[in-house]
Every structure is written in C-alpha cells, then in structure tokens.
C-alpha cells in the first residue's frame, strides 16, 4: 500500500521553542491534511491542503503542501505546553477519491 | 453535538470469538470509515462507505466486515478474532459530496483486546 515517510518519530522541545516536522511520499497526492491526537482521544483536523504550494494557518500552526506534490511541513511556533500528543500527516493518493493514507505520526513533547 | 459515537470503548475477547463494533454519526456524513491504530503503524483504513448500501475495502480489511443500511450507522464485525486483531479501532466521518474526503471527523475509540 502507499507509504507515508514522516519525521521525525519524536521531538522533545523546550516551551517557547518553535517546531517542524514534515511528510513525504512516493507519489503524488490531490490532498494533504495534519491532524493532532491527544491521549485517548481520536485525531482532530488541524489543517487540510488542496492546492500545490498552498501554506495555511491555523493560530500558531502553518502547514504548506510541497510544490512536487509528495511532501508537505507543519510548523508550530512558539510551542506551550498543550501542544503534547501525536501530529499525523495524511493524504489523498491520485487516483483515491474515497482513501485516505495516514503517516506513521510525530510523537511531541514539551518540557517546561 | 454527538459527532461520532462509538461503543464499546473497552473489550476484551477470546480467539475466534466474534463481535461488532458499533460507530453511530449525528451530522449527515455521507462518508464512513474504519481505520485500526497499531504502535509505529499510524493509522490504517479497513473499510468505508460512500453511502448508505455502498461500501469498499481499504487497506487492511481481510477478518473484517460491513455493512451501511442507514446514512447513521456503521458497523464493524470480527468474524473470528485473533490476537493480530489488538488494536485501537477508530471510527471517522465526513462529506465527500465537497471534495473534502480528508477532513475526518473521529470517534473516540475502541480499544480491543484478542487473548
């Protein structure tokens, strides 16, 4: 199946530090989105990308869907304590209307 | 708003018992979908459905099955489990009809137990 390449696995930052984490795929996706899981929860959309070389923000985030169309970042800036849990990148194959494949996750730490 | 129910959040079952997972949505999603959640595994789609009496495999759907007679519901069966079946079970929604088949809305989780 189609593979997602995300990274890195885990971070631990400092509060006030900013972040970057970013996706990558073998081939070329209509659709990249980033979601957050807190623990015990299931994921919540953060920000959705439908356009090459779109950069969005969401607050303090900002995600961009990379020009080749098989990457995409998330940027958090300034990074608080409720920022902790796991960043998932998923996307939309060409070709996949209905199938959304999900990346491994970026498990974030903040230490105060 | 309940947004997307799932039941049971906890079970713990034997080899080669089966059971349902059951995923109920109050917002009139036409899009449903199961995905399993496995450690360094991320997310991965078992089945979904595009709408009621229509539904399509996905990534890891062999032990697993479906069905969607109403546009609300959308069950999950385990034929007969096996210990390969553990995982965290979530259940998500969303309005293909905008060309946003991404933007997920998730349950809260089944987490399952196969002894």
């Known amino acids: 199946g189609q593979q997602l390449n995300q990274s890195p696995q885990s971070m631990f930052i400092q509060e006030g530090e900013d972040v970057s984490m970013n996706c990558t795929s073998s081939?070329?996706?209509?659709?990249w989105l980033w979601y957050k899981q807190d623990p015990g929860e299931g994921p919540v959309l953060l920000i959705a990308l439908y356009k090459a070389g779109e950069l969005t923000s969401n607050g303090r985030l900002t995600a961009q869907f990379g020009i080749t169309r098989k990457d995409s970042f998330l940027n958090i800036s300034a990074s608080i304590p409720s920022d902790v849990g796991i960043y998932f990148c998923?996307?939309?194959?060409?070709?996949?209307?209905?199938?959304?494949?999900f990346g491994t996750g970026t498990r974030l730490q903040v230490t105060l | 708003n309940a947004g997307v129910t799932q039941t049971p959040k906890f079970q713990v079952l034997k080899t080669g018992q089966s059971m349902t997972l059951q995923c109920a949505q109050d917002?009139?999603?036409?899009?449903m979908s199961w995905y399993r959640q496995d450690p360094g595994m991320g997310l991965r789609l078992i089945h979904y459905s595009v709408g009621a009496g229509i539904t399509d495999q996905g990534e890891v759907p062999n032990g697993y099955n479906v069905s969607r007679s109403t546009t609300e519901d959308f069950p999950l069966r385990l034929l007969s489990a096996a210990p390969s079946q553990t995982s965290v079970y979530f259940c998500?929604?969303?309005?293909?009809?905008?060309?946003?088949?991404?933007?997920?809305?998730f349950g809260e989780g089944s987490r399952l137990t196969v002894l």
């Open positions: 917002m009139n999603h036409e899009y």
């Open positions: 998500a929604s969303s309005f293909p009809g905008r060309g946003r088949i991404g933007e997920l809305f």
């Open positions: 081939s070329i996706f209509n659709t």
């Open positions: 998923a996307g939309r194959p060409t070709g996949t209307a209905s199938k959304l494949t």
